[in-house]
């Protein structure tokens, strides 16, 4: 009886026991297992480095098909290779933020460095966890007061004064013969003299504690340029342009082409490069907002045909004409008080001119008749000739 148990046992296991027991070992270290050569596919490439730069050279985006394969970027590569685009792009004009216009003010010198109430509101912008954390402790917040100011008077000439607006700007049709879009009518911009920065619209409700305005520190800023500026055309180079025309068609093509009719709008972006000068005064309009009158000037303009300002389409920077005068004034002065050479030999000799003595007439010059009544000598011999001669 024992032994034919053993015998059933050992049956049951050589035909069932050990199969399970294999599989199990299998699955276990089926993910060591050698299972051939690993997939080193590259994720596909993007397109978004091509597209950054082919609109300033389309060679060093496109690679030449005959030199081989295009080579893969991965997200990181792509994104090093825009950041560093971008970076050489960087000409310090920054966005009309509340923080920047904030230190905008104490650059151009709108307020009084002795008053606490402006460092307050300062912190308040700029800090607002250390403004939470100890606006109510007064000895900690009068230490805070003191090196708020002193960073403000050691970083005043570094704060910004430089600043962009981007804005939408449609295209009309491209004329190929003049090289160059047109702008609808609505859209022109004909002797523009008041820019109004209307970024900041929720004000102060969202910043900090602050749930209304604060009078000293308007969030957005009216700017006044000292010259109108006009943009009525827009010249872009055939190649670029066509480029440009069938990149805006493409977001288009979804759609069936009644809509595609309907919708259609080739949508540029305008960054205007503006300096602020002066500080003029405060103003409330008519529905209530807070706008600070400044004075400035436009030192340039760019036009991109994407959002991310990576493909420009044209850019003009001014100069600046109050300098130009200045230099060139001194030297117009000194063309005109160069005085002319003359020979000392040609000059008479006045030295030998007696002085009349008071009351005595004065002598006859020199090479000139003592009299003015008495005839010369050639007077005398022409009359002498005979009558016949004449």
């Given at each position: 009886?024992?032994m034919?148990?053993?015998?059933?046992?050992?049956?049951l296991?050589?035909?069932?026991?050990?199969?399970?027991?294999?599989l199990?070992q299998?699955?276990?270290?089926?993910p060591?297992?050698?299972s051939g050569?690993?997939?080193?596919?590259?994720?596909?490439h993007?397109?978004?480095?091509r597209?950054?730069?082919?609109a300033?050279?389309?060679?060093s985006?496109?690679?030449?098909?005959?030199?081989g394969?295009?080579?893969?970027?991965?997200d990181e590569?792509v994104e090093?290779?825009?950041?560093e685009f971008?970076?050489?792009r960087?000409d310090?004009y920054?966005?009309?933020?509340?923080?920047?216009?904030s230190?905008?003010?104490w650059?151009?010198?709108k307020?009084d460095?002795?008053?606490d109430?402006?460092?307050?509101?300062y912190?308040?912008?700029?800090?607002?966890e250390l403004?939470?954390?100890?606006?109510h402790?007064?000895?900690?917040?009068?230490?805070i007061?003191?090196?708020?100011?002193?960073?403000?008077?050691?970083?005043?000439?570094?704060?910004p004064?430089?600043?962009?607006?981007f804005?939408?700007?449609?295209l009309?049709?491209?004329d190929?013969?003049k090289?160059?879009?047109e702008?609808?009518?609505?859209t022109k911009?004909?002797?523009?003299?008041r820019?109004d920065?209307?970024m900041n619209?929720?004000g102060?409700?969202?910043?900090?504690?602050?749930t209304?305005?604060?009078?000293?520190?308007?969030?957005?800023?009216v700017?006044?340029?000292?010259?109108p500026f006009?943009?009525?055309?827009?010249?872009?180079?055939r190649?670029l342009?066509k480029?440009?025309i069938?990149?805006?068609?493409?977001?288009y093509?979804?759609l069936?082409?009644?809509l595609q009719?309907?919708?259609?709008e080739r949508?540029?972006?305008?960054?205007l490069k503006?300096?602020i000068t002066?500080?003029?005064?405060t103003?409330?309009?008519v529905?209530?907002d807070?706008?600070a009158?400044?004075?400035?000037?436009l030192?340039?303009?760019?036009?991109?045909?994407?959002q991310?300002k990576?493909?420009?389409?044209?850019?003009?920077n001014?100069?600046?004409?109050r300098?130009?005068?200045?230099?060139k004034?001194?030297?117009?002065?000194?063309?005109?008080?160069?005085?002319q050479?003359v020979?000392?030999?040609d000059?008479?000799?006045?030295?030998?001119?007696?002085v009349?003595?008071p009351?005595?007439?004065?002598p006859?010059?020199?090479?000139?008749?003592a009299?003015?009544?008495?005839?010369?000598?050639?007077?005398?011999?022409?009359?002498?000739q005979p009558?016949?001669a004449?």
């Amino acid at each position: 009886m024992t032994m034919r148990f053993i015998l059933h046992l050992s049956v049951l296991f050589v035909f069932v026991f050990a199969p399970v027991l294999v599989l199990a070992q299998d699955q276990e270290t089926a993910p060591f297992a050698d299972s051939g050569p690993a997939d080193t596919k590259a994720p596909p490439h993007l397109n978004t480095l091509r597209d950054a730069a082919i609109a300033i050279d389309e060679e060093s985006y496109i690679q030449d098909e005959t030199e081989g394969a295009e080579e893969d970027y991965s997200d990181e590569e792509v994104e090093g290779f825009i950041q560093e685009f971008v970076e050489t792009r960087d000409d310090n004009y920054v966005e009309p933020n509340l923080e920047n216009i904030s230190k905008l003010y104490w650059a151009i010198g709108k307020f009084d460095i002795a008053d606490d109430k402006l460092i307050d509101y300062y912190l308040m912008i700029n800090e607002c966890e250390l403004y939470m954390q100890f606006y109510h402790n007064d000895f900690e917040w009068a230490k805070i007061q003191k090196a708020t100011k002193n960073h403000i008077l050691n970083n005043m000439n570094e704060f910004p004064t430089h600043f962009e607006i981007f804005s939408p700007l449609p295209l009309g049709r491209y004329d190929q013969d003049k090289e160059e879009f047109e702008l609808a009518p609505e859209t022109k911009i004909t002797g523009l003299r008041r820019l109004d920065f209307a970024m900041n619209m929720l004000g102060y409700k969202e910043v900090c504690t602050k749930t209304g305005d604060i009078y000293e520190y308007p969030p957005n800023i009216v700017v006044i340029l000292s010259r109108p500026f006009v943009l009525e055309k827009i010249p872009v180079k055939r190649e670029l342009a066509k480029l440009y025309i069938e990149e805006a068609k493409s977001f288009y093509d979804a759609l069936p082409p009644r809509l595609q009719l309907v919708n259609y709008e080739r949508l540029a972006f305008l960054r205007l490069k503006i300096k602020i000068t002066q500080y003029k005064n405060t103003v409330r309009l008519v529905g209530g907002d807070l706008r600070a009158v400044v004075f400035g000037r436009l030192e340039g303009f760019e036009i991109y045909a994407d959002q991310d300002k990576l493909k420009p389409l044209y850019s003009k920077n001014f100069e600046d004409k109050r300098f130009k005068r200045l230099r060139k004034r001194p030297q117009a002065a000194t063309e005109l008080q160069v005085p002319q050479v003359v020979d000392p030999d040609d000059i008479p000799d006045r030295g030998k001119t007696p002085v009349p003595a008071p009351g005595a007439a004065a002598p006859a010059p020199q090479g000139t008749p003592a009299s003015t009544n008495a005839p010369s000598e050639e007077t005398v011999e022409r009359i002498k000739q005979p009558a016949a001669a004449n």
